[in-house]
Structures are given as C-alpha cells and as structure tokens.
C-alpha cells in the first residue's frame, strides 16, 4: 500500500479546496465527510456524488448546499445540537449570498 507525503496530501487539499471555492461551494469535502457519522452510507454517498458534481455545473450549487443544509440540519435536530456549527453557517451564508444575487 502507498502512503501519500504530508505535502502532496496539502497539495491536493488544497486543490479541492479551490476548486470548491471556485464552483461556488464554501465548504470542502473533508468538512462534508464530518456529517458522515450520522447520515447512512447511501445516503452520504449520494450526498457525495451530488457534491462534487456541483464543483464543475455551476447550476448544481445551490441544490448540492441545499441538500448539505438539510443533513446538518437534521443531524442538528438528531443530537440536540449542532455538532458543526462553522459548517452550517458556511452553507447558511452562501444560500443566502445566492438568494441576495438571483432573486431566489
């Protein structure tokens, strides 16, 4: 099994990371994955797919954080809190930037 050095690890970290900011996404897959431990496999797999898709179709932004906010939503209500507070307001922000932009 190969082990990746810590630096071509940041390298892609960061890569997807910009490429997230860069499709209009605030927030990364790595933040994503931490709603992984409440959401079944299917679903989160799902929730993946749609994810990073809207990393490269602009027009799927707005459906892939509103699909997010509502797993961190849920998760939220499940535990009596949320567990990711900056990821939700990351998502809430961006939602809200998008509606201040097209009038939705």
Same mark, same amino acid.
């Given at each position: ?15 997807? &990371?910009? &490429? ?11 933040? #994503? ?12 797999? #799902? ?12 027009? %799927?932004? &707005?459906?892939?954080? #509103? ?6 939503? &849920?998760?939220?209500?499940? #535990? ?17 930037? %998008? ?6």
């Amino acid at each position: 099994m190969h082990s990746r050095s810590n630096a071509a690890e940041a390298g892609v970290n960061f890569t997807v &990371r910009n &490429r997230a900011i860069a499709g209009g996404l605030p927030i990364d897959r790595a933040e #994503l994955e931490k709603l992984a431990r409440w959401i079944p496999a299917k679903e989160m797999a #799902l929730l993946f797919e749609i994810f990073d898709r809207a990393r490269t179709d602009p027009d %799927l932004t &707005r459906p892939a954080l #509103l699909l997010c906010s509502v797993y961190a939503e &849920r998760v939220a209500r499940m #535990l009596d809190q949320d567990p990711l507070p900056t990821v939700t307001k990351k998502i809430r922000d961006r939602l809200e930037e %998008l509606r201040e932009r097209h009038g939705i």
